[in-house]
Structure formats: structure tokens, C-alpha cells
């Protein structure tokens, strides 16, 4: 019986060759577009998955209350105290990502992007299989031991059996020499702990006394700069374990002190810590939920092209239907035939579809800007996911052909020859206005992003956003020499330094009482800067003057605030008003530090030589080549291991701005796909109709109908498709697009023009998809028209 469906199925496609290769497009297209947004959300989805412990690891997070903020960063001394004072706590560890390290190579020091500063029980939370090496309990005891990842060891040896063998490395600018005790296997891409090396945690406290000034890094709870990871025991319960890590607050730091620990597990790190500061690798359940929406609009639109087609083409198996059911088919069996075919198609359709996404992969990657790996553990889920989607298609795709078609009259069939109705051309030309409203919200909602990215990249934030220069360095020391050498260069305007040039990625905030009501505390941005900082950036005076070096007090009990700050602070006259250890000297006019994305906050802008990393230079229009020729040469006498590194104030502007840009072309991309899976069905369905109308286009030229009024008769209807679809749009695209916009401080309001282009692109992918047809038709010779069958 299966024998005879599928000889029916394989001569109803090759009857129908011409709308059989439409749907294969069609389906094809939608399902590699599918398949790559199933590749990226089953990979998002399996973070950690690939370590054999994930439910017993938990990592401790610190929030600050004065900042009510979530923080992975805790003290050194958590990991062993965790240890020593509950039970539960089977093993614990601190990690930190060391700096400057680097490993040599032949006659060169190789820069490693993530070595890990821990002890021996990593092995025990985390999975890492050894290749080489056995795991005692003490690999990494020995100050000067080092694990290698199975990448890194064939990079610097070319083998992994390397046990016993010695390397030098350079953390900061001590060179030390290791022995290498383990090799492990490389982790997946989709763990959020990766590590090229490891080496003993004690490692990292020489770079965190150096920046704070101290020397106890390894007891100071003060000094939060690592991640606490532990391994519970079988049973623990995390609300119980939670109460002991405020019994741990109270007895290491204070009873009332400003900031509480909590357990995160690795299973949730990935997607759950959007509101977790430096949490590292972070995952985005709005993200996933966006692309799987995208990809259900673009296998919608696939399958209302089968359907549209499929209940065209219907019209002409309507006596092989009514002979089948004459001798005695059941409307089941009927209804199970047009079934088979539906899904043998999308079976068809199914390597095609995986071809298309192996080639497209690496534009993918560029488009998401993510990486797309596949990977090995998850395969199984990859193949049942791609093979159910691709059943499930076919089977939503034939149900509604199945249905109608078994339920066909035989009579009536028999008699007429056709099985037509009006019901089912509505809904033919519904489901085609529906095609051309997703097709409407892609292009309405592209124009939208498109218009807010550029808005954003030329608005004025409030200071200088051009002829600006960013040069990053660690060493404070070498920040006074280099800044002198930048100011007596003629190509140089002026210099200054912060710890963060304009516009910020990160944030310093503290809580000040409000000034008025007491018991309010109001959450103020800081800005750490040099003098002439300001005035090199272009942020105008509103009150008072500029920090200066003049004034032996600004470099450390003077400040500057901006008039946000005047406000939510409530202070009546800021000149001179004290806020903690500073006195205001000068108010600033409003200006966006970050984005505008967020709204303008309290800053509290004060001098400091402890916190800059970036030398801020103003230079003249068209100098910047012979300037950066210059600038390497003075960074080069500094003798430095680090590297210049410099950026131009328009390209951090622009990098600040890219998710606009990558949303832009995003949606350009899906409206592009709506475009060409609907442009497909309808040449096809236009093909189909006028063939069905050849007598009648001959009858009309005949009666003197003219080729031109014949076109627009098929023009004509096609438009006013066009444009209810653009009207139903509107005001779906306008909620949306509010939706997305709310999201920005400044904001580029949706404009008319946007849905007149919008109906005008519309009309014209419309207009010429049918025109070939309807041109074709319309200059056929009316005698063979009349004679065609």
C-alpha cells in the first residue's frame, strides 16, 4: 500500500515539475535559514552541559546593596574559607584570567588569551579530561607547575606527550620558568570556564596588590577580583547555603556591611546573568527568542506558499480525486495520499536544506557576530530537531490541501470536471496578503533601525565625537612621559587622560544621600580624569570653572558635577556644596557618557592618578598619519611590553552603535528571504491562474481588448493586495518599533514616509514577479488561445 502512495506522490511532483521546483526553492530557502537559527539556540541552550558536575557547581556572586547590583567577582580568601567553615562545600576554588601572560616560542613571547590563575581542585569541578598526566589532587601545588590545554601544547610543541617539560613564561615582566604536569582536552565552545593554561592562583595577587597599593590581595575581603566556585555535596540545599554565606559576611567582614553572597548555578550562568557585572561570556534569552521567532515567520511564509500553490494545482486532480473516491477510496485515504506528498517533498527539500546552511554558515557568523561551531556532543539534538521540523512542515504545509480536497463532492466533480470555489480562492488571497504583511513589517521595521543607527552616529552627544584619538596603556608610570611627548607634538590640539575616554563602556558608581530628604540615596556615575580632560573633549562650563592644576586643591578634594546630578540630588546652589571628600567647583552641561540608550546620569567628575588607562588626544584636522607615526615612536622610547594600541574616537562611536547595525541587516536579510519564498509562490500561482485564463485573455482581445489593459487587469488586483497588506502592517510595525525604540533616551521618531516606501517596494517586487506572465499571455494570438486546452 505505502508502495502505491509514493509512486502517486513521485507522479503528481513530476506532473506538476514547474510548482514541485517552486515549493523545493521555497522550502529549501525557509528550512537552511531555520537550520542555522536551530544550530545557534541549541548551542546557546547546551552551555555547560559539557561538564559532568553542572548540578552540583555552583559559583557565588556579590551584591551590592548601596549599588543594587550583581557582581561575579568576589575576595580571594572566599574559596578557602567556603572550604574550612561549611561542610557541604566539597571543593572550592578562586579563578582569575591573568594578565600580560605570555609563553615563548622559539625566539619570541607568544601572547596566551586565556590562562587561568587556580588551584588542584579545578579538575574536580570543572570537567577536563587529562590526555597527559595524572590527576593526584596536587597538579597545580607546586608554584611553578603549569597544565596545558591540547591546543596550546601542540602550539608550542607540536605533540601532547610533554610531561616533565619546561617553558618560560612572562607574567607581567618577570620571566619564570614552569613544568608542564598535565596536558587536558580542549573544553567545547559552548562552556562558559575556558582556559588555555593553568597555573597556581597565587600567581594572580602580585597584578591586584600593584593596582590597589597593598599587599594582602590574598586576605583582604575588600579586594573582589575572582570568581568563587564550589562543588556542593549530594543533598545541600542552596536557600540553606545561601543563610551560611550571610553567617560567613557577618563574621570575615561586618554585620552591616554593604553587601550580601549568593549561589548561582552553572547551568543558569550562561542565560541568567544579564544583570550579573563581569560575569564574562553571557548568553540572552531575549536573543533566542527573537531568532526562533524569525525563523517561525520565515517557515511560515514557506508553507503558505505550498498551500497557496498546492490549492491552485488542486484544481486540476480534482476528477483524479473524484474517480479515486468512485471506486471506493475513503476521504482518509485521500486525505493521507496528499499528506505523504507534503512531507515526501519536505523530505526531498531536507539535504538541500542542510547543504544551503553548511555553505551560508560563515555569513552567518559575520551576521550574528557569534561563532556557529557544531558541536560533537550536540549532533543528536541537531539531527532530531531538523528532522522533526522538516515532518512537522510537511504536515502542517499538506494538512489544510489534505482536508479540502478529501472532502470534495464526486458529483459534483464528475460533472464539472473542477472542483472550484470561493471560499478557497479567499482564502488563497488572505494567506497572500499575509505573505506581503511580514514582507511590509521586515522593510518598515529595516527603514526604522536603519534611520535610529544613523541618528545615533550623528547626533551630537555632547562633546567632541571627531579629530579625537583613544591610546590605551596598563603602566601608570609611563602615562606622564608619553603624555608630555603627545602635547609638544604640533599636530596636537590638546591631551589629556581618564580612566575611560569618551563615550564609556564601563561604569564607577557610588551612592550619595540626597541632599534634602535625608534618607534618600541617589546613585551617581563617576568619572576619573587628568586636568584639561574637559575642556580636550569639548564639554562645555554651565557654572563655575574647569579643574585645573592652578588649584592645589582639585587633584584631591575638588570636583565637577553635571546638571542631571544638580537635580536628582536636589541641591539649590552646587558651587561649593560638598558631596563625600569633594567640593564642587564647576557644573557641566548634560552630556551622554555611554549611549544613548541610556539616559544621561548623575556624574561626579574628579582628578585622579590612580585610575587612568587612556591618554585622550584632540588633533588636528588631516594629521593623524604623520601624528600615529610619531605617537609609536615616543611609545617605543617608553620601553613598555605593551603594544601601542590606539582607536579613533568615530570608530569607537561606531563600534558602540553595531548592534543597530547588525539588527539592520538582520531584518533586511528576513525581509529579503519574506521577499524572494513570496515572489516564488506568487510567479508561481500568477503562472498557474493564467494559464487557467488563456481562452478567457483570448475572448477579451477578441472584443477588442487591449495588451495593456490585459496586464493591468492582472497589475490591478495584485495592488490593492499590496495595499491592504501595508495598511494591516502599520500599526503592528508601529507598536513593535515603539517597543524597540523605548529602548534609547534619543530617538528618531517613525516617519510617514517609511510605510509610503515601504508600499512602494511592495508594489514594485509585486509588479515585476507578475509582469513576465501577464506580458507573455497578453501577446499570445487569440486563435491559440482559443484553442488551448
Known amino acids: 500500500m505505502f508502495k502505491n502512495y509514493f509512486k502517486s506522490a513521485l507522479r503528481n511532483l513530476k506532473q506538476n515539475f514547474i510548482y514541485t521546483t517552486i515549493n523545493i526553492l521555497g522550502l529549501s530557502i525557509a528550512l537552511a535559514v531555520s537550520f542555522i537559527i536551530i544550530l545557534f539556540v541549541v548551542n546557546e541552550l547546551s552551555y555547560n552541559n559539557c561538564h559532568q558536575h553542572k548540578d552540583k557547581v555552583y559559583r557565588v556572586n556579590s551584591y551590592l546593596n548601596d549599588f543594587k547590583m550583581y557582581e561575579a567577582k568576589t575576595p580571594f580568601v572566599m574559596a578557602s574559607v567556603l572550604k574550612e567553615d561549611i561542610p557541604q562545600v566539597e571543593n572550592s576554588i578562586n579563578t582569575r584570567k591573568l594578565r600580560n601572560f605570555k609563553i615563548k616560542l622559539k625566539d619570541d613571547f607568544v601572547s596566551v588569551e586565556n590562562p587561568i590563575g587556580t588551584s588542584s581542585e579545578v579538575f574536580d569541578i570543572f570537567t577536563l579530561p587529562l590526555i597527559k598526566g595524572n590527576n593526584n589532587g596536587k597538579l597545580l601545588e607546586d608554584n ?5 590545554s591540547e591546543f596550546l601544547a601542540k602550539k608550542i610543541f607540536s605533540r601532547t606527550d610533554i610531561i616533565g617539560e619546561q617553558i618560560i613564561i612572562t607574567i607581567g615582566k618577570a620571566e619564570k620558568f614552569f613544568n608542564v604536569v598535565a596536558v587536558y582536552k580542549d573544553l567545547p565552545k559552548n562552556s562558559t570556564f575556558n582556559a588555555d593554561c593553568l597555573i597556581n592562583g597565587i600567581h594572580t595577587l602580585p597584578f591586584i596588590n600593584a593596582i590597589y597599593r597593598s599587599d594582602n590581595a590574598d586576605t583582604d575581603w575588600y579586594q573582589r577580583a575572582w570568581m568563587t566556585w564550589i562543588k556542593l555535596s549530594a543533598g545541600s540545599k542552596v536557600e540553606q547555603f545561601n543563610s551560611q554565606l550571610k553567617n560567613i559576611r557577618n563574621k570575615y567582614i561586618a554585620e552591616d556591611a554593604p553587601i550580601s553572597f549568593h549561589l548561582q548555578n552553572l547551568s543558569d550562568i550562561y542565560l541568567s546573568s544579564i544583570v550579573v557585572n563581569k560575569s564574562g561570556i553571557t548568553g540572552n534569552w531575549k536573543t533566542i527568542k527573537i531568532f526562533i521567532a524569525i525563523a517561525m515567520l520565515i517557515i511560515l511564509v514557506a508553507v503558505i506558499n505550498y498551500i497557496i500553490l498546492s490549492t491552485s494545482v488542486s484544481s486540476g486532480r480534482s476528477k483524479e480525486i473524484g474517480i479515486r473516491k468512485t471506486f471506493g477510496a475513503e476521504n482518509k485515504q485521500v486525505k493521507f495520499q496528499f499528506l505523504l506528498e507534503a512531507v515526501f517533498l519536505s523530505i526531498i527539500v531536507l539535504p538541500i536544506a542542510v547543504l ?47 482536508v479540502g480536497l478529501s472532502r470534495m463532492n464526486v458529483i459534483k466533480v464528475l460533472k464539472s470536471g473542477n472542483f472550484k470555489s470561493k471560499s478557497k480562492n479567499y482564502f488563497r488571497t488572505s494567506l ?8 511590509c513589517f521586515f522593510v518598515t521595521s529595516a527603514l526604522v533601525i536603519q534611520t535610529q543607527y544613523h541618528y545615533a552616529l550623528k547626533k551630537n552627544p555632547g562633546f567632541t565625537n571627531k579629530n579625537i584619538l583613544l591610546v590605551n596603556f596598563n603602566d601608570l608610570k609611563h602615562y606622564a612621559p608619553f603624555l608630555n611627548e603627545v602635547r609638544a ?14 563615550p564609556m563602556h564601563g561604569t ?71 558631596l563625600g571628600n569633594h567640593h564642587v567647583v564647576g557644573v557641566v552641561k548634560d552630556f551622554y557618557p555611554n549611549s544613548f540608550r541610556s539616559e544621561i546620569p548623575p556624574l561626579l567628575i574628579f582628578i585622579s592618578d590612580k585610575y587612568l588607562k587612556q591618554v585622550v588626544i584632540k588633533y588636528k584636522e588631516g594629521s593623524l598619519d604623520d601624528l600615529l607615526v610619531a605617537l609609536k615612536e615616543s611609545w617605543n622610547k617608553l620601553e613598555t611590553n605593551q603594544e601601542f594600541n590606539s582607536v579613533m574616537i568615530e ?17 533586511s536579510i528576513i525581509a529579503l528571504f519574506t521577499m524572494l519564498i513570496s515572489s ?33 487587469s492582472f497589475i490591478r488586483i495584485n495592488v490593492i493586495h499590496v495595499f491592504i497588506a501595508s495598511i494591516i502592517s502599520i500599526p503592528l510595525t508601529i507598536y513593535v518599533m515603539n517597543k524597540w525604540l523605548s529602548n534609547y533616551a534619543e530617538k528618531k521618531e517613525i516617519e510617514w514616509w517609511f510605510f509610503a516606501l515601504t508600499f512602494l517596494i511592495a508594489n514594485i517586487v509585486v509588479i515585476t514577479t507578475i509582469f513576465f506572465h501577464s506580458y507573455k499571455a497578453a501577446r499570445l494570438n487569440p486563435v491559440k488561445s482559443l484553442k488551448y486546452e
Not at 144 to 148: E, P
Not at 356 to 382: C, D, G, R, V
Not at 550 to 570: H, M, P, Q, Y
Not at 654 to 664: G, Q, V, W
Open 651 to 667: 570608530d569607537v562611536i561606531t563600534d558602540l552603535y553595531s548592534d543597530e547595525k547588525n539588527n539592520f541587516t538582520i531584518v
Open 144 to 148: 611553578q607547575a603549569i597544565c596545558l
Open 356 to 402: 544551503l546552511m553548511t555553505l551560508s554558515i560563515s555569513q552567518a557568523e559575520k551576521l550574528f557576530q557569534t561563532q556557529l561551531p557544531i558541536i560533537n556532543e550536540n549532533i543528536i539534538y541537531y539531527i532530531f530537531i531538523y528532522l522533526l521540523l522538516t515532518i512537522l512542515i510537511g504536515l502542517i504545509s499538506g494538512l489544510y490541501t489534505s
Open 680 to 712: 516564488l509562490g506568487l510567479f508561481g500561482l500568477t503562472l498557474f491562474l493564467i494559464r487557467g485564463k488563456t481562452k478567457e485573455i483570448g475572448i477579451k482581445k477578441i472584443l477588442g481588448c487591449s495588451e495593456r489593459g490585459i496586464v493591468l
Open 432 to 439: 497572500i496578503i499575509f505573505q506581503l504583511v511580514i514582507f
Open 489 to 502: 607634538n604640533s599636530n596636537v590640539i590638546s591631551a589629556s587622560g581618564a580612566k575611560e575616554g569618551l
Open 508 to 578: 564607577m558608581s557610588f551612592s550619595t544621600t540626597h541632599q534634602k530628604n535625608k534618607e534618600d540615596n541617589v546613585i551617581v556615575e563617576a568619572m576619573a580624569i587628568d586636568f584639561q580632560f574637559l575642556e580636550t573633549m569639548g564639554i562645555k562650563l554651565h557654572k563655575g570653572r574647569y579643574l585645573s592644576a592652578e588649584f592645589g586643591s582639585d587633584r584631591k578634594k575638588s570636583c565637577i558635577i553635571n546638571e542631571t546630578a544638580v537635580k536628582a540630588l536636589g541641591i539649590d546652589e552646587p558651587i561649593g556644596c560638598k
